[in-house]
């Protein structure tokens, strides 16, 4: 089988996703490092979003993180990131789509919003999400310590990246996770424990610059574009 190329950015969220995947599984891969400030014009020939994460497997070419690490999961031997049972499965995409494309949205409006009483607002809506995914964790977690239970699954790699960077919205926006959210605080630390997630992480050091145009409201990104109107990426 030919190997694996994996096209990344190191401070993309969605990318660090599929790094995460790809370590949980220990899959032999070659990295490509996109620079998202002056991205090749050959990006946009694997992929019509013009955004990473992208693979390329033989002469197969998949990009969206929910998509490739569905896709390496079940492609390659190692750990199983997928519940076995179809239901079991459908609860993870569920989980993952609603963070998608009802949490995510809100969550990074904020960092873009500039005006301090929508800001109030944009905080109260994202500790209520907060709220929504603790009473989720306790009922589909069981005993944890991950997402689903007692495994890792793709759900918690696609999440972890995301909550890593919550110390940029501290130092920006004021916001943190409640100590009220106990499973969600547990279920941060557990993953965050993993070795696929300490090498892929990065400190708040690394992360404060970056998101600085995100904080200003001057990132120009296909990402920033989308988040600052309130969409999904």
Not at 19 to 44: F, G, M, S, T, Y
Not at 46 to 74: C, G, K, M, Q
Not at 170 to 199: D, I, M
Not at 210 to 220: D, I, N, P, V
Request: hydrophobic share 40%; aromatic share 12%; charged share 25%.
């Amino acid at each position: 089988m030919t190997r694996l190329t994996l096209y990344t950015a190191e401070v993309c969220p969605y990318a660090q996703r599929t790094r995460i995947v790809l370590h949980e599984k220990a899959i032999a891969h070659d990295q490509i490092e996109i620079d998202l400030e002056n991205k090749p014009a050959w990006l946009a020939e694997l992929t019509p979003t013009n955004r990473v994460p992208v693979i390329r497997h033989d002469d197969f070419i998949l990009w969206e993180s929910a998509t490739i690490n569905e896709y390496l999961d079940a492609s390659f031997p190692g750990i199983a990131l997928q519940p076995l049972d179809e239901r079991g499965r459908a609860v993870m995409r569920n989980e993952i789509r609603h963070f998608d494309n009802i949490f995510l949205p809100v969550f990074y409006k904020l960092l873009f919003e500039q005006n301090e009483d929508v800001q109030t607002d944009l905080r109260r809506q994202v500790l209520s999400g907060f709220e929504f995914m603790e009473r989720r964790l306790e009922l589909i977690q069981s005993d944890g310590p991950y997402w689903l239970g007692a495994e890792p699954t793709l759900a918690d790699a696609a999440m972890w990246p995301f909550f890593e960077r919550i110390g940029v919205f501290e130092h920006y926006r004021r916001l943190v996770l409640p100590a009220t959210c106990v499973r969600l605080n547990q279920w941060f630390v557990a993953f965050g424990a993993r070795p696929s997630v300490q090498t892929t992480t990065h400190d708040l050091e690394y992360f404060l610059p970056r998101y600085a145009q995100y904080a200003s409201g001057t990132a120009t990104g296909l990402s920033a574009q989308a988040f600052r109107t309130g969409a999904a990426n």
